[in-house]
Structure formats: C-alpha cells, structure tokens
Nanobody, 121 residues
C-alpha cells in the first residue's frame, strides 16, 4: 500500500504565509510527478501546482508568484510554500502523486486525505 500524508494546514491571516508538506510512504519504487490540488466548499477540486521528478514546475495562474512547490526525492516528499495568502485561498489542500510501486509495474495515481487551509482575519 501507498500512503500520502499531508501536514501544515491551519488558520492564517490574509497576507500571511503557510507551508505544507506531503510525504509518500509504503511500497514505493519511484515517485514521479507530485502535486497539490485544492477544493473549496461548493467548488470542484482544482490544480494548484505540480512538480516532476526532475523539478519542472507548473502553477495555476492565481498562485503564480505567491506559491512555490518543491520536493525532496530522497524523502519522497513534496512541499508547498504559500505566501501572500488571500481569503480565496481557503480550501482543503490535497497531495497527489504518480507512483511506481515495484520495478516494471505501471504508474498508479494516489491522493492524500487533505489538510485544511483557512485564510481569515
């Protein structure tokens, strides 16, 4: 089994910063693209940022210049540094990863259970 466990959510004031992390554990051979998605109440889950194993990044437009995604391949961990937070960033943030569990196995996609980020004064 593979588990993705997020941490670092919480309450922050507008303009503040928060850092999320997500560690993949379990039966893992290689972790490929990792990413963060978010879902606000009543909205569909949306992409926030992704990062390939080679550290090529992609961001949704609304977070460019404010959020930074990074990863540590040795720890199978992805991070999201969020600065200049706005109330509209309030959401449950989910970690996602493409993982090969054993050599010659196909890639499978996995989700974490999410961590709540609330931006409010």
């Amino acid at each position: 089994q593979v588990q993705l466990v997020e941490s670092g959510g919480g309450l922050v004031q507008p303009g503040g910063s928060l850092s999320l992390s997500c560690a993949a554990s379990g039966s893992i051979f290689t972790v490929y693209t990792m990413g963060w998605y978010r879902q606000s109440t009543g909205e569909q889950r949306e992409l926030v940022a992704t990062i390939t194993r080679g550290s090529t990044t992609n961001y949704t437009g609304s977070v460019k210049g404010r959020f930074t995604i990074s990863r540590d391949n040795a720890k199978n961990t992805v991070y999201l540094q969020m600065n200049s937070l706005k109330p509209e960033d309030t959401a449950i943030y989910y970690c996602n990863a493409d993982i090969v569990r054993q050599r010659d196995y196909p890639r499978t996609n996995h989700w974490g259970r999410g961590t709540l980020v609330t931006v409010s004064s």
